[in-house]
């Protein structure tokens, strides 16, 4: 070896993933203990305690703004194959469709779950609960995989929301894992199309400030849940499918149909009548990938009827990285700019 070789002492091993265009990247290896006897109880550490982490792989200079991370981590859960947590810019999460998709498609191509084919079904244990995963493999690849997601609920459908600048609009707050505000994107003049990308965005934004302040949530079950964590603008093709645009924080827009907000509508859909146990719903992102949201069974959260749905999509690898730990490093933590950010970065924890 070189006597100037880099030093890798210490350094995070991830697994460069997308689903439909919205990075989900996997840390496989390297990360510190995170405390916590359920990984609910890990990701309020990594929340209210110790952030450190989540902050070295989601700010610059090492990721970008568009970008989630998922800490790989043993599950707590006895049926469970793997556990993981959403890392974003501005906290960890319980749970996202598309950060599953990556997880499942990161363990199965990389072998730290043995793939079977036709089918392997892979449980992951998530702060929101258990999810099922069932991938559908081929010549060492997963072809699609299909989440059964946690039971999701209704929490107000049309909500009126007080707004300067479109008046009273309506929004459907729902559960699907975290909970959502789903607005027809009607509403507000808006269209869902890459074109109004910031638009959309900066909608969201000032929606969700709104909403926060007009209601409370909090889940019957896991009270730490207690927040509308994500606006989502909410379209229709004229093919029928659902035209979806998710709104994060500090301000840019999910390029997947995203997985947890398309089974929270999908509950809005079932309460409404509009939907059957069996049923299923197209739903298409910004940039036109796709999901398919089923009703698999009707069930009960904390007294209030709630549905279990399946979201199919698919994920690719398309890389490994191998990121560095130097104790000497002046941006440890990270940083993030209004240039790229946005003007909301200030209100990143």
């Known amino acids: 070896m070189s006597q100037h070789a880099l030093n890798w002492k210490h350094a995070i091993e991830l697994v460069e993933v997308h689903c439909q265009g919205e990075i989900g990247k996997v840390i496989v290896g390297g990360a510190p203990e995170i405390p916590g006897a359920t990984l609910l109880d890990k990701m309020n550490h990594l929340n209210q305690v110790d952030d450190s982490l989540r902050r070295f792989v989601t700010f610059e200079p090492r990721a970008a703004v568009q970008m989630s991370v998922n800490l790989l981590l043993p599950p707590v859960h006895p049926d469970a194959d793997a556990g993981f947590i959403v890392l974003q810019a501005d906290r960890a999460h319980p749970?996202?469709?598309?950060?599953?998709?990556?997880?499942?498609?990161?363990?199965?191509?990389?072998?730290?779950?043995?793939?079977?084919?036709?089918e392997t079904i892979v449980r992951l244990d998530t702060p929101a609960g258990l999810i099922t995963a069932t991938a559908r493999c081929q010549d060492g690849q997963c072809l699609s995989v299909s989440l059964d997601n946690v039971p999701c609920f209704v929490e107000v459908l049309d909500f009126p929301l007080q707004t300067a600048s479109w008046g009273s609009i309506r929004a459907d707050i729902?559960?699907?894992?975290?909970?959502?505000a789903i607005v027809d994107a009607e509403q507000l003049?808006?269209?869902i199309a890459p074109d109004?990308?910031?638009?959309?965005?900066?909608?969201?934004?000032?929606?969700?400030s709104l909403l926060n302040r007009q209601i409370q949530v909090c889940h019957p079950e896991m009270p730490s849940l207690d927040e509308i964590a994500y606006v989502m603008f909410?379209?229709?093709?004229?093919?029928?499918?659902?035209?979806?645009?998710?709104?994060?924080?500090?301000?840019?827009?999910?390029?997947?149909?995203?997985?947890?907000?398309?089974?929270?509508n999908l509950a809005t859909l079932?309460?409404?009548?509009?939907?059957?146990?069996?049923?299923k719903q197209v739903s298409r992102s910004i940039i036109g990938g796709e999901f398919t949201a089923e009703v698999l069974a009707t069930t009960?959260?904390?007294?209030?009827?709630?549905?279990?749905?399946?979201?199919?999509?698919?994920?690719?690898v398309y890389g490994t990285e191998r990121l560095r730990v130097d104790d000497h490093d002046p941006f440890q933590q990270g940083f993030a700019l209004s240039d790229t950010w946005g003007?909301?970065?200030?209100e990143l924890q």
């Not at 729902?174 to 959502?180: K, R």
């Not at 109004?196 to 969700?208: D, I, S, T, Y």
């Not at 009960?300 to 698919?314: D, H, Q, S």
């Open 95 to 118: 749970m996202s469709g598309s950060n599953c998709i990556c997880v499942v498609t990161a363990l199965l191509e990389s072998g730290r779950v043995a793939m079977q084919e036709p």
């Open 174 to 180: 729902a559960f699907g894992g975290v909970y959502y």
């Open 189 to 191: 003049d808006l269209t």
């Open 196 to 208: 109004n990308a910031r638009e959309l965005m900066e909608a969201g934004m000032a929606l969700k």
């Open 234 to 264: 909410r379209g229709r093709d004229a093919d029928g499918a659902v035209r979806t645009c998710t709104t994060l924080k500090p301000g840019r827009v999910d390029r997947s149909p995203c997985g947890t907000g398309s089974s929270a």
């Open 270 to 279: 079932f309460a409404r009548g509009l939907i059957d146990v069996g049923g």
């Open 300 to 316: 009960e959260v904390g007294g209030r009827p709630a549905i279990l749905p399946r979201i199919t999509g698919r994920g690719w």
């Open 343 to 346: 003007p909301l970065v200030g």
